[in-house]
């Protein structure tokens, strides 16, 4: 797996060629690509919507897996007491996943008091994922503008369905057609 400083890297190279393509004459345009750039490749690396919650929300997530939904979160598999062994492996699993993510949904009802989907936020944050937010407006953190935040589970996944979307469509120039 390579880590974010590599995938940024990449990224970095990427969006330069682009711009360096176009000798010195950057416009809007050239731009647009070269942040695309930037994001394809960034995207290349990420898989998946991560969802981080409570585990007693894990039953809803696995039949979301089910239906199709590419949800990459492995702790919903051992979710009940004691389907962990290794605690340990747990973790790291939960913060390379959210950090490996092409979108990260953190899901909160009122009575829900978060522990792991806090670190999971973190992760994700750290790490450029974009984060969709249900139910944690009343925290401070909920004021990071790179969270953005929805009202439901099903309005979150759907602008998730759209960020993975827009991730793998091309952008296009002006010189290629576009505006």
Known sequence: M?????????ALSAAWRECSAWDGNITP????????AY???IGSDRQGI???SKTKHAERWRILRHL???????????AGAGESSDLADLWRRCIAEASAAQVLILYREPEDVLKGG??????????GVPVFAV??????????TR??????????LAAARQQRAALASPVTTEREGGT
Do not use: C, N, Q
Request: no cysteine; proline share 5%; net charge negative.
């Open 29 to 36: 345009a050239v731009l647009r690509k070269a942040i695309g």
């Open 135 to 144: 139910g944690i407006e009343e925290f401070t953190v909920s004021y990071d």
């Open 147 to 156: 969270i953005r935040h929805f009202p439901d589970m099903g309005t979150a």
């Open 68 to 78: 199709g939904e590419p949800i990459i979160s492995t702790w919903i598999d051992e």
């Open 118 to 127: 806090w670190v999971e936020l973190g992760a994700a944050l750290a790490s």
């Open 50 to 52: 991560y969802i981080a």
């Open 2 to 10: 390579t880590t974010p400083t590599d995938a940024h890297e990449r």
């Open 39 to 41: 994001l394809r490749e």
